[in-house]
């Protein structure tokens, strides 16, 4: 399992001490009334579309084809994240990201085969959103796209913008039908990936909107900061997280 998964997975645990299902409107949260409903709507969606098919892609194709498929989207998210590692400025992590494309596209078969992990060039996550991060633009409230689930403001315009101008899925191919048959295949390969992480936040979750929500404010906050979010961003959670408990 990828270390991001299992980061979310900690998140939305440990993030159970501070759900209310009926708590007030949180400060990084001043549009809930329309994210509960578009939430609900992917929740609708997802359960009488997206998981079924899900399920019946994991269960239909063989497990090395479905790695095989996973590989190749990863390495096509390996360019968006290396025209990222260069927007900002890391450099050494730009050269294992290039290393990744050479060697997966090449000796991997076009990503088929994910070789550059054993030669210790290790998978990275950025994204425009990240990047816009970086330079200091502020996330913005919490925000959920239709179909895409949790964002932010800033993350919603990043998305856009690596899809419009760094994918290699909508950048490189021009047959659309392909482009978008591309784009379908790898969202049903994504929510395959994410069954067990449905089945965990079900399970563990009174209110899943809350922990999602918060897992992944967090998540983005860590990958925005590498690892390392200055105190003062913590102290705002803690802040939140306080006013919360003393709402219940």
């Not at 210790?120 to 919490?142: A, I, M, R």
Request: net charge negative.
């Amino acid at each position: 399992m990828p270390n991001d998964k299992i980061v979310l997975i900690l998140l939305v645990i440990l993030s159970s001490g501070c759900a209310s299902i009926n708590g007030p409107t949180e400060p990084h949260d001043p549009f809930e009334s329309y994210n509960r409903a578009v939430y609900k709507f992917n929740e609708s969606f997802d359960e009488n579309v997206a998981k079924p098919v899900a399920e019946f892609y994991k269960d239909t194709i063989p497990a090395p084809v479905n790695k095989g498929i996973t590989n190749f989207f990863s390495n096509f998210d390996d360019v968006i994240v290396l025209i990222n590692d260069l927007l900002q400025l890391k450099l050494e992590q730009a050269a294992q990201d290039f290393g990744r494309i050479l060697f997966n596209t090449t000796i991997g078969l076009f990503g088929l085969i994910d070789v550059a992990t054993h030669l210790d060039l290790p998978k990275h996550h950025e994204d425009f959103g990240q990047t816009l991060g970086y330079w200091g633009v502020p996330s913005g409230p919490y925000f959920v796209l239709p179909f895409l689930g949790p964002s932010t403001i800033r993350d919603s315009a990043g998305l856009g913008a690596d899809y419009a101008y760094f994918d290699p899925t909508f950048n490189m191919i021009e047959h659309d039908p392909t482009s978008w048959s591309l784009t379908t295949v790898r969202y049903i390969d994504r929510r395959a990936d994410l069954l067990g992480m449905t089945k965990l936040i079900d399970i563990a979750a009174l209110d899943p909107y809350v922990f999602t929500r918060e897992a992944y404010l967090q998540r983005q906050l860590n990958r925005v900061y590498d690892g390392d979010p200055p105190m003062e961003e913590f102290e705002d959670f803690d802040d939140e997280e306080t006013e919360l408990n003393q709402s219940k």
